[in-house]
C-alpha cells in the first residue's frame, strides 16, 4: 500500500467515524436543541403546522399565541449564571521556591488574558448554549491573532464525540468541526491543501446556521468567498486504524505505535491535512482541548438532558391554552343584536353602522318597549376552568424548570415575617445555586487547562511580555562554566541548593558564600553569581528540570469566590459585615491588651467577600507603647505633638496649667492612649 492509498484510507476511516458519531448526537440531543431553539428565538407557528397536518383543528383560524417561557428562563437564569472575569488563584501543593515563583508568574498571566481575550463574552456564549441545549463548550488554544493561551466559544453543534463511551470522560477520540475560507485553511497547511477546493457557501443564511448531519456533510459551492468545512481530531487511539472494521493488511501497513496523534480531515478530500502530535500533551492531565459545561448527565448516554426538554410539554400546552383563550375571548367580544322584523331596515342600518353617537327613530315599534324591539345577545366570557387550568400550567413550568417567582423579586403570597421570605428565597434558590456551583468548578478546569497549555506552548519572552520585565520573584544564584550559564537542572547537579530562590539579594550572597567554595573546589573554572529571577527567568528554569512537566499540574488553580455567583456575593459580604461587627470591634476592647490580629483576620473575611487583592488589602497594626511619665511632673518633649493635649507657659516658661481664661479640655474626654491600633 504506497502513500496515496494510506492518506485515502485515512479519510474513509474517520469519515465513518465521524458520521457515526454525528449520527448518534441527532438521534436526541441535536433534535431536542432545534426545538428548543426555534421556541427560544422565534415565533411559535411550526406547533400549530404540526397540529394541522396531524388533522387536528386544520379548519380552524387560530390567533396562534406565542407565551415565550422558554426565552425567559434564560433571561433570568443566564444574568445570575454569567461570570464576569474571573479572578483566578495559583498555588503550590510544596514548598519549593521555584514552584512558589512559577505560580506567581501563572496566576498573573492567567489574570491578564481573561481581559485582553475577552473570556467574560465568550462564557457568556457558552452559558446560553448550556440553558438552551444542555451542553456548553469552551476550547482552549492559542489564538492566532495576540499568540495567547485562551480559551473560546465554541458551538456545541460543531463538536463530535466517540459514540462508543458511556460517558464523556471515557470517549477515545474528540473532533471539532471548523469553516474557514479556502485561503486560510490553504496557509495553515501549505504542503497538503493546494489541491483543496472549496465545499461551503459563505452566504449566512444558508451556511452558517445549518447544522451538520450525515447527509450533509458539505454544503453548495461559495456565493461571496470559497469556505472549507474540515474536522480537526484530538485521538488517544493513534492513527484510526485500529477500528474493528480494519483489516490486519491494512493495520500492517501503518506505523500506528503513538497513542495520542492530531489530525485535520476534510471529508471526500483524497488526503489528510495533517497527522501529528497533539499541540500540547494534555493527556498528561487526562484532559481534552474543550471545557464542556452541562447540568443534567444522562444515565446511559454520552450527551446531557437540556434543562428546557422536561418542560417542553408544558410549553406546547401553554401556547395552545393561551390561543383557546385568546379566539374565546375574539368570540365572546362580538356584538351580537336582536332586531324585531318591524323594525324599518334604515333604523337597523344606522344601528349597524356603530357610530359613537346616534339618534334613532324607532319606526315600527309604535307602542312597544325599546328592549322588546333590539336586544343585545351576550356570549359567554372564557369559562373559568380554562383560566384555572393555564394557571396551572404555568406552575407547572416553573416547578419543572426552577423558574420561581422570588427570582423576579416578587411573591404571590405575602409573608408576615423577614425569617419567612428568607426560607423560601433560600429553598427557591437551591437549584440555581447548584447551576452556579457547577460554573464555578468549569471555570477552574478552564484556567488550569490554559495554564497548562501556556506551560507548553509559550515561550519565556512572551510570558515576559505579559507578566512584566520589571517584575522581580527572587534571587538565585546562577553558575556559568566556560562562558555559558548552565539551566537550573544542570545547577541542580551540582548543588540542590542551586535549584531554588531566594526573597532578597542578601539571603542569596549568604547561600553563595556558603555554597560557592565547595562547588568551586570539585569544579574549579565555574563562576558564579547572583541574578534577579525575572519571569522569563523562572519560566526557563523550571522548564529545565526533569520533572517540569509534572510541576505545572502540582499546582491548585481555584476561582475566587463569587465571581461567577452575584447575588451569593452579596450574601459573603453581609455574612463578613456581620463578622467584622460582631468579632472584630470586639476583639479590639478584649484585656489586658489590644489583639489586632482577630481583628485583622475580620477584615480578611470581608476583603474576601468584596474579592480584594491580597497585594492591596490595609491591615491594623498596633503603636508603639509611649514611655513612661517622667518623675516630678514634667512633660518630655514629645507629649508636645500628643493629640488632644494643650499646652501653657508658666511664669517660669515651663508648661503648666491654663490661665485664668483660657479654653480647657472636657473633663469627660479619656485619657489619650498611645498604643490604640491605626490604619497602615
Known amino acids: 500500500m504506497d502513500k496515496t492509498e494510506r492518506d485515502e484510507k485515512i479519510v474513509q476511516i474517520w469519515t465513518g467515524l465521524l458520521k457515526s458519531g454525528i449520527s448518534l448526537k441527532d438521534q436526541r440531543f441535536m433534535r431536542d436543541r432545534k426545538e428548543i431553539?426555534?421556541?427560544?428565538?422565534?415565533?411559535?407557528?411550526?406547533?400549530?403546522e404540526e397540529a394541522s397536518e396531524m388533522g387536528w383543528a386544520a379548519t380552524e383560524q387560530w390567533?396562534?399565541?406565542?407565551?415565550?417561557?422558554?426565552?425567559?428562563?434564560?433571561?433570568?437564569?443566564g444574568p445570575i449564571l454569567y461570570q464576569n472575569n474571573p479572578i483566578r488563584t495559583v498555588s503550590t501543593r510544596g514548598d519549593?521556591?521555584?514552584?512558589?515563583?512559577?505560580?506567581?508568574?501563572?496566576?498573573?498571566?492567567?489574570?491578564?488574558?481573561?481581559?485582553?481575550?475577552?473570556?467574560?463574552?465568550e462564557s457568556r456564549h457558552a452559558i446560553n448554549d448550556a440553558l438552551i441545549s444542555g451542553m456548553g463548550v469552551l476550547w482552549t488554544g492559542l489564538d492566532r491573532e495576540t499568540g495567547l493561551v485562551g480559551s473560546f466559544y465554541e458551538s456545541v453543534s460543531n463538536l463530535v464525540l466517540d459514540p462508543d463511551a458511556p460517558r464523556l470522560r471515557d470517549v477515545w477520540w474528540v473532533a471539532r468541526k471548523r469553516v474557514e475560507p479556502l485561503w486560510l485553511v490553504q496557509r495553515h497547511f501549505p504542503e497538503t491543501a493546494k489541491g483543496l477546493k472549496g465545499n461551503r457557501s459563505s452566504h449566512l443564511g444558508k451556511s452558517m446556521m445549518s447544522e451538520p448531519s450525515p447527509s450533509s456533510m458539505k454544503a453548495p459551492q461559495a456565493k461571496t468567498q470559497d469556505l472549507v468545512a474540515y474536522y480537526e481530531i484530538y485521538s488517544k487511539m493513534g492513527i484510526g486504524v485500529r477500528t474493528k472494521d480494519v483489516n490486519d493488511d491494512t493495520k500492517d501497513a501503518f506505523d500506528d505505535d503513538d497513542d495520542f496523534v492530531y489530525l485535520a480531515i476534510c471529508p471526500d478530500y483524497n488526503q489528510p491535512l495533517a497527522v501529528e502530535n497533539w499541540p500540547a500533551p494534555l493527556f498528561l492531565d487526562n484532559a481534552w482541548f474543550q471545557s464542556t459545561l452541562s447540568w443534567h448527565n444522562h444515565p446511559d448516554e454520552l450527551w446531557p438532558i437540556a434543562p428546557l426538554k422536561p418542560a417542553m410539554g408544558e410549553q406546547k400546552a401553554i401556547d395552545f391554552l393561551a390561543t383557546f383563550m385568546m379566539t374565546k375571548a375574539k368570540n365572546a367580544s362580538r356584538d351580537v343584536i336582536g332586531v324585531d322584523p318591524s323594525v324599518d331596515e334604515n333604523v337597523c342600518n344606522q344601528i349597524a353602522a356603530g357610530r359613537d353617537l346616534e339618534v334613532v327613530s324607532m319606526t315600527g315599534a309604535q307602542g312597544r318597549p325599546i328592549n322588546e324591539v333590539v336586544s343585545f345577545l351576550k356570549h359567554p366570557g372564557i369559562p373559568p376552568d380554562l383560566k384555572e387550568t393555564f394557571r396551572m400550567l404555568i406552575d407547572l413550568f416553573e416547578k419543572r424548570t426552577g423558574l420561581q417567582e422570588i427570582l423576579y423579586g416578587s411573591t404571590r403570597v405575602a409573608e408576615r415575617t423577614a425569617h419567612a421570605i428568607s426560607v423560601k428565597d433560600r429553598n427557591s434558590r437551591a437549584r440555581i445555586d447548584d447551576k452556579a456551583e457547577v460554573v464555578e468548578q468549569w471555570a477552574g478546569t478552564v484556567s488550569r487547562k490554559e495554564a497548562l497549555l501556556a506551560r507548553f506552548l509559550l515561550d519565556p519572552e512572551d510570558v515576559e511580555k505579559v507578566v512584566g520585565r520589571d517584575r522581580i520573584f527572587g534571587y538565585k544564584i546562577e553558575v556559568v562554566l566556560d562562558g555559558e550559564p548552565l539551566n537550573m537542572q544542570q545547577s541542580r547537579d551540582l548543588a540542590e541548593s542551586l535549584a531554588q530562590y531566594w526573597e532578597t539579594q542578601e539571603e542569596a550572597q549568604a547561600e553563595l558564600a556558603t555554597i560557592g567554595p565547595m562547588v568551586q573546589m570539585s569544579y574549579p573554572f565555574v563562576q558564579m553569581g547572583i541574578v534577579p529571577a525575572t519571569a522569563a527567568t523562572v519560566w526557563r528554569d523550571t522548564g529545565s528540570l526533569h520533572d517540569a512537566n509534572d510541576i505545572v499540574r502540582e499546582f491548585n488553580y481555584r476561582i475566587e469566590a463569587g465571581s461567577a455567583r452575584r447575588p451569593d456575593q452579596e450574601f459573603r459580604v453581609e455574612q463578613a459585615e456581620m463578622i467584622l461587627d460582631r468579632v472584630g470591634q470586639l476583639s479590639l476592647q478584649l484585656p489586658p491588651g489590644i489583639d489586632v490580629s482577630i481583628f485583622n483576620k475580620s477584615l480578611d473575611h470581608l476583603f474576601d467577600a468584596y474579592m480584594v487583592p491580597r497585594g492591596r488589602r490595609i491591615y491594623l497594626e498596633?503603636?508603639?507603647?509611649?514611655?513612661?511619665?517622667?518623675?516630678?511632673?514634667?512633660?518630655?518633649?514629645?507629649?508636645?505633638?500628643?493629640?488632644?493635649?494643650?499646652?501653657?507657659?508658666?511664669?517660669?516658661?515651663?508648661?503648666?496649667?491654663?490661665?485664668?481664661?483660657?479654653?480647657?479640655?472636657?473633663?469627660?474626654?479619656?485619657?489619650?492612649?498611645?498604643?490604640a491600633p491605626g490604619l497602615v
Open 96 to 121: 519549593s521556591t521555584l514552584n512558589e515563583a512559577l505560580a506567581q508568574v501563572m496566576e498573573t498571566y492567567l489574570n491578564y488574558t481573561p481581559v485582553e481575550l475577552d473570556l467574560k463574552n
Open 63 to 77: 390567533a396562534q399565541m406565542t407565551i415565550n417561557l422558554t426565552f425567559e428562563l434564560i433571561e433570568i437564569f
Open 622 to 675: 498596633p503603636q508603639a507603647t509611649p514611655p513612661p511619665p517622667i518623675p516630678g511632673g514634667a512633660v518630655p518633649p514629645q507629649a508636645e505633638e500628643a493629640p488632644g493635649q494643650v499646652l501653657y507657659p508658666s511664669a517660669e516658661g515651663m508648661p503648666g496649667t491654663p490661665p485664668m481664661g483660657a479654653p480647657s479640655l472636657p473633663q469627660a474626654m479619656p485619657p489619650v492612649n498611645m498604643g
Open 37 to 48: 431553539l426555534k421556541f427560544y428565538a422565534g415565533d411559535h407557528s411550526h406547533i400549530y
